[in-house]
């Protein structure tokens, strides 16, 4: 029987795992963590990330051939396959600080596998890495191992999205598996976990490939979908400038089949644990291999992210006379997409920065992000959250009367002088959006940084409108706008 350890039960690791057992339950799967209270919920009923379907998947075999535990040592020292999903932060300090990834995470694991090791081992990398990572990792298992373990390295990235994890992984577009294919002991570990995922996924859908090309497959991926992202985004404000609507825009040009028409939606920026990262991560080795032309193409997709955020706070200021101050500002949604409690890099946290700044009395509304979260998110620094060590209390901004959490999106609105959504949360489009403008100051402002209202229902209703990339209403075309900062 092949037995998997996976170290790291975070978003990538725990519903990975829990989709390999579930699919193969002739397999046992281990899935170990140094954080105790991450395993716990692991093992309770209140998993420790919302994701649509999770639980019913882990249910179906936790305790059978799924185990969660923070006996780290003993579960990799027992298996014949480890998979490797521990965090990769962007460096904060020292070389590459702000771009670089920090392999501190990985290197201590791989050194504990080298460590623990008395039987061969394949070791496959499956969180996002620099490329030339699995060679690293490769000697650190070979010059650590007393034992002389045979230890063979495959570089097998995660494509799932969150909010959609399950489906992605029950029936992946691909899944990429980089070996060294031109040895005989490559050549075996590639077809082992060949095995494991031909179990669910049609065999023309797992592709093999070299390591380097796997590892750099991922971080392409990531910043091609980025890259969209921020085109639409730039089309946006064009949009706005010239009356245009940047939806029918994305539809016509999505319409072209060498296009496509996924991922065109406008937005007020992207968010997640993987697109900036990966991105800065693919900067730095271009910068490190002389190809700075490269590295300032990517940059690019970064630079319009955080424009566009930043654009937006400008549009809520210049539109409220420009000043917030002291105005309740109801925010809709603060995870960085819908269907996820995950608030890591959402752009909510720099439009909530921007108008605080303002010195706007934020109500905050998101139904699955709890206060705690949000309350430290605002405190932390940039890049500080993949840091867990690095957690700095809450700040006295953060933590003041200028932060209030709302149990829904009325009691947020609640004498608001505006509201900005800022997750596209379904329940925010069935809203009696005619009782909310009732409760509100006026006049009553309302930003949508996703598309979710229809505008010119809110607009009959007496709400002044901004969308992302829609006209202007009058009253905000009108006003001048004031200078980004
Ligand atoms: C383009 C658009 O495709 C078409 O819709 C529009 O109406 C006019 O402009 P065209 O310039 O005729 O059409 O050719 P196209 O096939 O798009 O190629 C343009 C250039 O891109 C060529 O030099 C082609 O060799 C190059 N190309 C295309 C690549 O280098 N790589 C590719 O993957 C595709
Ligand atoms: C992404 C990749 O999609 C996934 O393949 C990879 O494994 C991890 O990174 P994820 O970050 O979970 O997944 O979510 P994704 O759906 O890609 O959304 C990322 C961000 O882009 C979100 O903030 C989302 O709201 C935003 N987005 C997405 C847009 O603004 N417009 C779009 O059209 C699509
Ligand atoms: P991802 O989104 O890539 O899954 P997460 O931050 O959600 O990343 O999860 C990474 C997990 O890896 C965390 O729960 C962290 O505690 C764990 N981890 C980091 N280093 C080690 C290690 N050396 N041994 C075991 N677990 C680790």
């Not at 045979?150 to 992605?168: C, H, M, R, Y």
Request: one cysteine or more; charged letters at 20%; proline letters at 4%.
């Amino acid at each position: 029987m092949v037995k998997i350890c996976c170290i790291g039960a975070g978003y990538v690791g725990g519903p990975t795992m829990a989709m390999i057992a579930y699919k193969c339950p002739d397999i046992q799967v281990v899935v170990v963590d140094i954080s105790a209270s991450r395993i716990n919920a692991w093992n309770s009923d209140r998993l420790p990330i919302f994701e649509p379907g999770l639980d019913d998947v882990v249910r179906s075999c936790r305790g059978v051939n799924l185990h969660f535990s923070s006996d780290v040592e003993s579960h990799v020292a027992d298996s014949d396959i480890v998979f490797v999903s521990v965090n990769t932060p962007t460096k904060t300090r020292g070389l590459g600080a702000g771009k670089a990834a920090d392999l501190t995470y990985w290197e201590s694991a791989a050194r504990m596998i080298a460590d623990v090791s008395t039987s061969d081992k394949i070791v496959v990398e499956k969180s996002t890495v620099p490329v030339t990572t699995a060679e690293a990792i490769e000697k650190i298992l070979t010059h650590n191992n007393p034992g002389k373990h045979d230890f063979q390295i495959l570089s097998n990235p995660e494509f799932l999205a969150e909010g959609t994890a399950v489906a992605d992984l029950a029936s992946p577009d691909r899944v990429l598996i980089g070996g060294r294919g031109d040895t005989e002991g490559g050549r075996k570990a590639i077809a082992a976990l060949k095995a494991v995922y031909a179990r669910w996924v049609l065999e023309d859908r797992i592709l093999t490939m070299n390591l380097w090309s796997a590892e750099l497959s991922k971080l392409a991926a990531n910043a091609l979908l980025a890259q969209r992202i921020s085109s639409v985004n730039a089309m946006s404000a064009l949009c706005e400038a010239m009356g245009a609507n940047v939806s029918e825009v994305a539809y016509a040009v999505g319409k072209d089949s060498r296009i496509g028409p996924k991922f065109l939606s406008a937005s007020v920026g992207f968010g997640g644990s993987c697109f900036q990262k990966d991105i800065l991560n693919l900067v730095y080795i271009c910068e490190c291999n002389g190809l700075p032309e490269v590295a300032n193409y990517w940059k690019q997709v970064v630079q319009i992210n955080d424009y566009q955020k930043a654009r937006f706070v400008q549009r809520v200021v210049s539109s409220m006379f420009n000043t917030v101050s002291g105005k309740r500002i109801a925010i809709s949604g603060f995870a960085f997409k819908k269907d996820t409690g995950d608030t890591r890099e959402t752009a909510a946290i720099d439009v909530c920065h921007g108008l605080l700044g303002d010195k706007a009395q934020l109500s905050i509304y998101d139904p699955q992000v709890t206060e705690e979260q949000m309350r430290r998110d605002l405190a932390m620094a940039k890049f500080d959250w993949d840091h867990p060590q690095h957690l700095v209390p809450s700040s006295p901004t953060a933590a003041s009367g200028q932060v209030a959490v709302a149990w829904d999106a009325y009691a947020a609105a609640k004498g608001a002088h505006a509201v900005c959504v800022l997750t596209e949360w379904d329940e925010f489009k069935k809203l009696d959006y005619q009782r909310i403008y009732e409760g509100m100051e006026k006049p009553a402002f309302f930003f949508d940084g996703r598309n979710v209202v229809d505008v010119d229902a809110l607009r009959k209703i007496g709400f002044i409108v901004y969308s992302v990339g829609k006209p202007l209403d009058p009253w905000i075309k009108d006003l001048p706008a004031a200078p980004l900062s």
